[in-house]
């Protein structure tokens, strides 16, 4: 991942849950949400890039499975989470509540579905442009690494919920410090993981 890459996510998957949390009034599990559509974007795009480059690159048909699996993990480990912060929380209601939500008169949903979109479609577009076979083959890895970490950090996370009462902002900050460290090594933690 180059620095131009690692700057534009560090933007969407640090700087819009900073003025969501702050400016928004968005909760943790608003921006788990916005982090699970930023998370299937990139998952849909990366699946597309790597069946348009089949032809000349073959992946073993266990990175798809491997990512696929890592990918369910991270849905559950991202909800286990906030169980475990709001145990009476109702995912459903809170899911609507997320894509109804008012801000400046009109639900955030039909402004953040078509950023959210319409950026990953920039990327693809970009990464297109530019990446030679291998490099949409390394992308791919960074990718499935990333989601392994972010499984971690969430499970982490949870399992650090019962000894410390965090309150709404510490486990704020908590995300946005994982979110900061995956984006910026976890191209330097693909090594860990076989092709």
């Avoid at 809170?94 to 920039?122: C, H, N, T």
Wanted: net charge positive.
């Amino acid at each position: 991942m180059n620095r131009q890459e690692k700057i534009s996510s560090l933007i969407g998957d640090i700087g819009i849950p900073i003025i969501g949390f702050f400016f928004w009034n968005w909760s943790i599990y608003f921006i788990c949400l916005f982090f699970l559509l930023d998370q299937i974007s990139r998952e849909v795009s990366g699946i597309i890039r790597m069946q348009h480059v089949r032809e000349r690159v073959r992946l073993h048909q266990r990175a798809y499975l491997w990512n696929g699996m890592i990918f369910i993990m991270c849905l559950l480990a991202v909800h286990f989470y906030v169980y475990k912060l709001h145990p009476e929380i109702n995912f459903l209601h809170e899911m609507s509540a997320f894509f109804w939500y008012k801000d400046m008169g009109i639900a955030q949903g039909f402004i953040l579905f078509p950023i959210v979109v319409f950026s990953e479609r920039l990327r693809y577009k970009m990464n297109m442009k530019l990446f030679t076979d291998e490099m949409h083959v390394q992308h791919w890895f960074i990718h499935t690494t990333q989601l392994t970490a972010y499984v971690t950090l969430f499970l982490m996370l949870s399992l650090a919920v019962p000894f410390f009462q965090m309150s709404e902002t510490m486990s704020f900050i908590c995300l946005i410090f994982g979110f900061t460290a995956i984006t910026l090594y976890s191209d330097k933690w693909t090594t860990f993981f076989p092709r």
